[in-house]
Antibody, heavy 121, light 110 residues
Framework: QVQLQESGPGLVKPSETLSLTCIVS????????WSWIRQPPGKGLQWVGY???????NYNPSLRSRVAISVDTSKSQFSLKLNSVTASDTAVYYC???????????????WGKGTTVTVSS | QSVLTQPPSVSAAPGQKVTISCSGS????????VSWYQQPPGTAPKLLIY???KRPSGIPDRFSGSKSGTSATLGITGLQTGDEADYYC???????????FGGGTKLTVL
């Protein structure tokens, strides 16, 4: 059974860098899309971006200048860095596995439990 | 403002049927597959439907999906109190080169 577990600081100061890690168990980290999705308090889901096969990345255009996703295959984990954070980056952050179906469509089939990050001084 | 438009809320009685719509455009739903996610209160989302109408293993056939043109629909029959959750549609937007979600629909089972 594939499981994803997020970890990282729950509190980040404004203008600093938010860093989260997701440990993948029960599946190879190769060959899938590894994504971050966030959800501000009381609001809907927002796609942050993904990394595929340890190198190819794609980011939400609204966050592209501040975000980086990387993979450490040796540790079976992937990470998110979001710099210059503000209060609007306060959210529950989910790490998610993305897959391509036989129709070559992308969808997200396994979600972590989520970790709450608050941006505040 | 979400790229995909969903009604904020729907409700129905136990045992009844409900549908949730998701409206987009040719750059997203019109030319890409849609997936649906269920998020019960206080929990992480879960995949319900992918490829417009396919159910992953373990999802009961009470849940169904369809797509026509630039809109998609999630149907739930035989409503149960445990179906109370927020439901999100999602798809790739070719113009934005980004994944987009609908704003979410809160289902209340009266």
């Amino acid at each position: 059974q594939v499981q994803l577990q997020e970890s990282g600081p729950g509190l980040v100061k404004p203008s600093e860098t938010l860093s989260l890690t997701c440990i993948v168990s029960g599946a190879s980290i190769s060959g899938s899309y590894w994504s971050w999705i966030r959800q501000p308090p009381g609001k809907g889901l927002q796609w942050v971006g993904y990394i595929f096969n340890s190198g190819s990345t794609n980011y939400n255009p609204s966050l592209r200048s501040r975000v980086a996703i990387s993979v450490d295959t040796s540790k079976s984990q992937f990470s998110l860095k979001l710099n210059s954070v503000t209060a609007s980056d306060t959210a529950v952050y989910y790490c998610v596995r993305g897959k391509l179906s036989l129709s070559y469509s992308y969808y997200m089939d396994v979600w972590g439990k989520g970790t709450t990050v608050t941006v505040s001084s | 403002q979400s790229v995909l438009t969903q009604p904020p809320s729907v409700s129905a009685a136990p045992g009844q049927k409900v549908t949730i719509s998701c409206s987009g455009s040719s750059s997203n739903i019109g030319n890409n597959y849609v997936s649906w996610y269920q998020q019960p209160p206080g929990t992480a989302p879960k995949l319900l439907i992918y490829d417009n109408n396919k159910r992953p293993s373990g999802i009961p056939d009470r849940f169904s999906g369809s797509k026509s043109g630039t809109s998609a629909t999630l149907g739930i029959t035989g409503l149960q109190t445990g179906d109370e959750a927020d439901y999100y549609c999602g798809t790739w937007d070719s113009s934005l080169s980004a994944w987009v979600f609908g704003g979410g629909t809160k289902l209340t089972v009266l």
